[in-house]
């Protein structure tokens, strides 16, 4: 009981940042049914489904919520960010219906699940890449694999390491908390640490805002924010090896994995979930739902 | 009736020691695996595929710099301030000055903390040519703003408070109204500033959303306010809401927790110390 009131405590504080900037973080449309007549026979088609996990998915999970709570007047849906580790949290204590991630569980996640005779579902809900921003008067255009590691591990202090000016190399990262920098850190870093001196930003926002004031920043984003920053910051192209083409990070790369920092994005669902929550999984995988992570600024699943 | 006003009283207490329980209780098996050696390490890498370490010197040192920092920058304006508030300013300027130094008190700290993100820390890059200005001075001035409204608000009732007839006594005596001001009346007061100067402290060392978004929380070991640097309150804040139950990283923040609230604790009983000793005095 303690553990669960920390916890949301928390995660508010967490959630509080990206809340101020992107305002909609719970979403809760007043479409229920009205409770006037019948109200047996109401409750049967209405239904309470929570979201809950990764900042990264929050602005795509909601625009789901809105066109399924628009298409079925009887079911309300709340969604909540917080991070992919305190969806999975919530999922394993039995607060939330469905869990977004920007990872997959954890070894150690699964064994607590499965301790708690959790049967868990992944289900790939949508594709993001992960994009390398810097300010857009940086010279440096394209950066391979191998360089990008080097600059996030503190190998690399200054931008004429890898064909830029001379000055010093301002690292941002996300919080250790972010299924982001999870990720960035097994496919980028292959696995090293980041370097002590980067700054760790509490919000892809704030990367954004920090790499768009500083000409000697770089920071990554996901695709979705990306889109929505051009103009402010640039992205730069990855190349696989010294030799390869720099591939700059889009749709249609990520569709045909041509972009190599890609990652799948997930619904995580107890098997014993309601018909209503498997309903709404469904829905986001279908063909509307797909068109709204295109939409949306991700890519779909193929 | 008697008995239900003490109960009220003391339910502060009370909770001042189930917080002190609670937080041992989820850190406590730290102490066995991997003990709390592993404290006193020299660098924080919660999550790592390599070796995670939970070193927490370098929080306790980027929570201090600030501290004192914050402290520096806001002792002047607040206590001058105060001073000018108390002792000098007319009716009318006071009637304008205290009500917007006490709103600046009420600005909610993330409020302040975008503020600092967009326009402080590149104005503190400009202004001392750095490649950033996501560092400890930047995180030091923010805090320096939500404790000046404390400093001033308590130190002018301080010296408010000093009898009349002290001043009447020192300028009977031939003493410019300065020289009153800075020898009597602000001596007289000095336990109310002290006090309030704790309590600007108190602030900021438990502020966490301002400092989370403009220090750049690197966990790095320096004193140097052009750094970055990571406080003990924005890596609780940053980190709890992600990490998995009873891990040792989940124990570890209960012990920079643990840390956090020994400091604060110690601040109070020095500022008690403080205010006794003047009372004597």
Redesign the interface.
């Known amino acids: 009981m ?2 669960e009131f ?2 949301k405590g ?2 508010m ?5 990206p809340l ?1 900037f992107f305002t909609t973080l719970v979403l809760c449309s007043g479409c229920g049914p009205s409770q006037t007549g019948g109200q047996s026979a109401e409750t049967k088609e209405g239904a309470y489904i929570t979201i809950k996990g990764s900042d990264t998915l929050v602005h795509l999970v909601t625009a789901w919520a809105e066109a399924y709570m628009e298409a079925h007047p009887g079911v309300e849906i709340s969604v909540t960010g ?5 969806g999975i ?1 919530a999922l394993l204590n039995g607060t939330t219906d469905i869990c977004a991630a920007s990872r997959e569980m ?1 070894q ?2 699964k064994t ?1 699940a499965a301790g708690k005779g959790l049967q868990v579902q992944e289900q790939t809900v949508a594709r993001d890449a992960i994009v390398v921003v810097v300010h857009p008067d940086n010279p440096v255009n394209a950066l391979t694999l191998e360089q990008l590691a080097k600059i996030f591990e503190g190998a690399y202090v200054k931008w004429s390491d890898v064909g830029g000016g001379e ?2 190399i ?1 690292v941002l990262s996300r ?4 299924g982001t ?2 990720f960035f ?2 496919h980028v870093l292959k ?3 980041y370097s ?7 919000a892809t926002s ?1 990367i954004v ?2 790499v768009a ?2 000409a ?2 770089i920071g990554y984003v996901g695709l979705g924010y990306a889109a929505e920053a051009k103009g402010t910051v640039k992205a730069v192209g990855v190349k696989v090896d010294a030799s390869a083409l720099a591939v700059q990070p889009s749709e249609a790369t990520v569709r045909d994995a041509s972009y190599s920092v890609a990652r799948a994005l997930y619904f995580y669902v107890p098997a014993q979930a309601t018909e209503a929550v498997k309903a709404f999984v469904q829905f986001c995988q279908g063909e509307t739902g797909q068109q709204i992570v295109e939409e949306n600024g991700f890519v779909p699943v193929q | 009736m008697r008995l239900l006003f003490a109960a009220a009283s003391s339910v502060s207490i009370l909770v001042v020691a189930l917080i002190f329980v ?1 937080l041992f209780k989820e850190g406590f098996p730290f102490v066995r695996e991997p003990g709390l050696g592993a404290l006193f390490g020299q ?1 924080w ?6 070796k995670v370490q939970f070193g927490i010197l370098p929080l306790i040192l980027g929570s201090g710099l600030v501290t004192v920092l914050a402290t520096a920058l806001a002792l002047p304006f607040g206590v001058g301030g105060a001073v000018y508030i108390a002792e000098i300013a007319g009716v009318r300027e006071r009637e304008i000055l205290k009500p917007f130094i006490e709103f600046l008190a009420a600005i909610p700290s ?2 302040l ?2 503020f600092g ?2 326009v402080l ?2 104005a503190v ?1 400009a202004v001392f040519g750095l ?4 560092n400890a001075l930047s995180g030091a001035l923010l805090l320096a703003l939500m404790a000046i409204p404390t400093i001033v608000s308590i130190s002018e009732d301080a010296i408010r408070s000093v009898p009349q007839s002290y001043r009447e006594a020192s300028l009977a005596l031939g003493a410019t109204a300065v020289e009153t001001t800075w020898r009597v009346t602000v001596p007289a007061a000095l336990s109310g500033i002290v006090a309030a100067a704790m309590l600007g402290m108190g602030r900021v060392v438990g502020e ?2 301002a400092v ?2 403009v220090t ?5 070991l320096t004193l140097s306010p052009f750094e ?1 640097v ?1 406080t003990m309150t924005a890596t ?10 009873g ?1 040792t990283h989940y124990q570890a923040l209960f012990w920079v927790g643990i840390v956090l609230l020994l400091f604060t604790f110690l601040l109070n009983l020095v500022s008690h110390w403080v205010l006794g000793t003047q009372r004597k005095a």
Request: no cysteine; aromatic share 6%; net charge negative.
């Open positions: 303690i553990h920390s916890l928390i995660s504080i967490r959630t509080y940042a101020l917080g991070g992919s580790g305190t949290a954890s150690d996640e607590q000055d010093d301002i919080e250790s908390s972010s920098y999870a850190q097994e696995k090293q640490d002590p001196k980067a700054r760790l930003m509490p704030a805002q920090a004031q500083d000697n920043a | 609670f660098r890498v919660p999550v790592s595929f390599q993330v409020v903390g975008f993100l967009v820390a590149p890059k490649s950033t200005g996501l966490t959303m989370l978004m750049g929380n690197a966990p790095i970055s990571r609780i804040a940053a980190e709890m809401g992600e990490v998995t139950y891990s």
